[in-house]
């Protein structure tokens, strides 16, 4: 198999939560090794790369800072693609807010106009915030989320994410968002064009048939599901998206590379 990168998810593939996932190590230390690159890929927007390196290198994970893309980092190449410097009202949290103006965009709030809306995550969202993205959409604004994820696990249940707030916003002003994270294959092509690398070189590998999996197939590469997170083999069996290949664990995952990768 020809297989010279890896879209790789993090949360469920590579660990649960703050714990580890099985083989998590030796998969990413088999990867260097055999010189396969990889770009780990999160719709979270409200963390900044440098914290999931710091959150990788504690379970024994080395990564660098171009290993990692966040929504919010795929956001602010995608603001700068259509404009070198622009003006954006930002629904965020902290580190969405540093990773666009980062990049020579100015964060607004009070002016009649702005070039985009970006709507991420933001514990803090509030009518105010609503009115004001409705506002400059109403007036022209490019709407743009972070990521389509209505919902995210946590330790006390289910929590609203950023795709609810993204709602929120499409109802006030009546206009459909562009979605940079998964299963947009937007984010997908910034990893790839990260990579250097053809469609056909690269893989993917999450744990989510409806969002890693179906991301896979719409950026039309290889696909992994594995079956340490959310999808389990029941749902593998009803879901009309069909992985490629599907892998108990990241042990059975590195076994079947070490058979079937080119060398
Ligand atoms: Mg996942």
């Not at 999160?42 to 966040?70: F, Q, V």
């Not at 070198?84 to 009070?110: F, H, M, R």
């Not at 109403?138 to 946590?154: E, L, S």
């Not at 969002?211 to 039309?220: E, Q, S, V």
């Amino acid at each position: 198999m020809k297989l010279k990168g890896l879209l790789i998810d993090l949360d469920g593939s590579i660990y649960r939560g703050d714990t580890p996932l099985h083989y998590s190590k030796e998969f990413i230390e088999f990867l260097r090794e055999r010189n396969v690159k990889f770009i780990f890929l999160t719709n979270n927007s409200t963390k900044l790369p440098e914290e999931y390196m710091e959150k990788l290198g504690k379970m024994g994970i080395s990564s660098n800072i171009d290993e990692i893309l966040t929504s919010g980092i795929a956001t602010a190449i995608y603001l700068k693609k259509i404009k070198n410097q622009g003006t954006a009202y930002v629904i965020g949290e902290k580190a969405l807010k540093k990773v666009i103006s980062d990049i020579g965009w100015k964060l607004c709030e009070d002016e009649d106009i702005v070039d985009s809306v970006v709507v991420g995550l933001d514990r803090e969202f509030t009518f105010e915030k609503l009115r004001k993205a409705n506002y400059y959409i109403r007036n022209g604004a490019k709407f743009i989320a972070t990521n389509p994820d209505k919902t995210f696990p946590t330790e006390n249940g289910i929590d609203p994410g950023a795709g609810s707030l993204v709602v929120a916003v499409s109802a006030a002003s009546q206009k459909r968002p562009f979605v940079i994270g998964k299963p947009s294959p937007y984010m997908g092509k910034i990893a790839i064009e990260k990579l250097g690398l053809n469609l056909e070189e690269v893989g993917v590998i999450g744990d989510r048939i409806d969002t890693d999996i179906y991301f896979g197939k719409r950026l039309k590469v290889k696909t992994f599901l594995l079956l340490t997170g959310v999808t389990l083999k029941k749902d593998l069996e009803k879901s009309k998206i069909k992985p490629d290949f599907v892998f108990e664990n990241l042990e059975y995952l590195v076994k079947f590379l070490k058979e079937h990768l080119e060398k």
